[in-house]
């Protein structure tokens, strides 16, 4: 017959009385958030550099040109409609006109 005390005693004199500390754990891993930004940065570092390498540092696109030409192109097509609806007005003014 197995003697249960004279093993739960053999097993505590196995059983360290003290604790040890747990080692410190590991950094987290990069987040994909992270890892997405550091892409699009180094992508938009590359584009640029190859884009002033292409059209010349003078020639870069800025928010500010962009926002012009922006600008620009809604004032054409306020006046494309202004137009228009001013060419529609004389059809419909003429057509009253020759059916009165």
């Keep these: 017959m197995i003697d249960v005390e004279a093993t739960m005693a053999g097993i505590s004199q196995l059983t360290p009385t003290h604790s040890t500390p ?44 962009n926002a012009w030409d922006a600008m620009l192109a809604d004032q054409a097509r306020n006046q494309a409609r202004i137009d228009l609806t001013r060419e529609v007005a004389m059809l419909v003014r003429r057509s009253r006109v020759s059916a009165g």
């Design 22 to 65: 747990a080692p410190d754990p590991e950094p987290d891993p990069v987040g994909f958030a992270e890892v997405s930004r550091v892409v699009v940065a180094a992508a938009a570092d590359l584009v640029t550099g190859v884009q002033r390498a292409v059209v010349g540092p003078a020639n870069v696109r800025t928010a500010r040109d």
